[in-house]
């Protein structure tokens, strides 16, 4: 895609100048990252704004891509393993086990918010650039500095589910569109 584009220019950048100067860095993949004061229009908190306020949640392509969620929490503990404790110059993967689809994790958000899910979402087409899979194997953050994630997606989602309620008068004044500035 094009944004994976852009970050490899970007990582490969920082090596270059690791290489070339010892200039001190580090590069973390994460898997995409949720939690409480999300911006609405990413999966999770608009998924759980939907489900709290009646509103259908578009699946899109089925909600059939895989990819792997790990909590802001998890992921700070990870920037700062990293920024505290690795070797410099590395790269570095932080991300779940296994990858999950989209739809399940509409599902757990439906389940969450006390709806049922088939008449909650409707199928919507595909982005043409989304990945069917996104996945990164950790194994070198687990081995070298120990960090594996510690809240689980189902502790994730009913959480996102809670303080989507609490907030809710707040959230109905933000924006659920995405709106691509270049």
Same mark, same amino acid.
């Given at each position: 895609?094009?944004?994976?584009?852009?970050?490899?220019?970007? *990582?490969?950048?920082?090596?270059?100048?690791? *290489?070339?100067?010892?200039?001190?860095?580090?590069?973390?993949?994460?898997?995409?990252?949720?939690?409480?004061?999300?911006?609405?229009?990413?999966?999770?908190?608009?998924?759980?704004?939907?489900?709290?306020?009646?509103?259908?949640?578009?699946?899109?392509?089925?909600?059939?891509?895989?990819?792997?969620?790990?909590h802001a929490t998890d992921l700070a503990a990870a920037v700062h393993l990293i920024m505290t404790e690795g070797r410099l110059g590395e790269t570095y993967n932080a991300g779940t086990? +296994?990858?999950?689809?989209?739809?399940?994790?509409?599902?757990? /958000?439906? +389940? +969450?918010a006390g709806i049922d899910f088939e008449s909650f979402v409707t199928i919507a087409p595909g982005r043409a650039t989304e990945d069917s899979r996104y996945w990164l194997d950790s194994?070198?953050?687990?081995?070298?500095?120990?960090?594996?994630?510690?809240?689980?997606?189902? /502790?994730?989602?009913?959480?996102?589910?809670?303080? +989507?309620?609490?907030?809710? *008068?707040?959230?109905?004044?933000?924006?659920?569109?995405?709106?691509?500035?270049?």
């Amino acid at each position: 895609s094009p944004y994976a584009v852009s970050k490899l220019a970007g *990582d490969m950048h920082l090596k270059t100048y690791f *290489d070339s100067i010892a200039f001190p860095m580090n590069v973390i993949r994460p898997s995409n990252a949720y939690g409480p004061g999300q911006q609405l229009y990413r999966l999770m908190p608009r998924a759980a704004f939907c489900a709290l306020t009646g509103q259908t949640f578009p699946l899109e392509g089925g909600g059939v891509a895989e990819k792997s969620f790990i909590h802001a929490t998890d992921l700070a503990a990870a920037v700062h393993l990293i920024m505290t404790e690795g070797r410099l110059g590395e790269t570095y993967n932080a991300g779940t086990e +296994a990858a999950v689809s989209i739809r399940h994790i509409v599902e757990m /958000t439906a +389940a +969450a918010a006390g709806i049922d899910f088939e008449s909650f979402v409707t199928i919507a087409p595909g982005r043409a650039t989304e990945d069917s899979r996104y996945w990164l194997d950790s194994t070198k953050i687990h081995d070298e500095l120990g960090w594996q994630p510690q809240i689980s997606l189902e /502790t994730g989602v009913v959480e996102m589910v809670a303080w +989507a309620r609490a907030n809710l *008068d707040a959230l109905k004044l933000q924006t659920q569109q995405f709106s691509l500035r270049s």
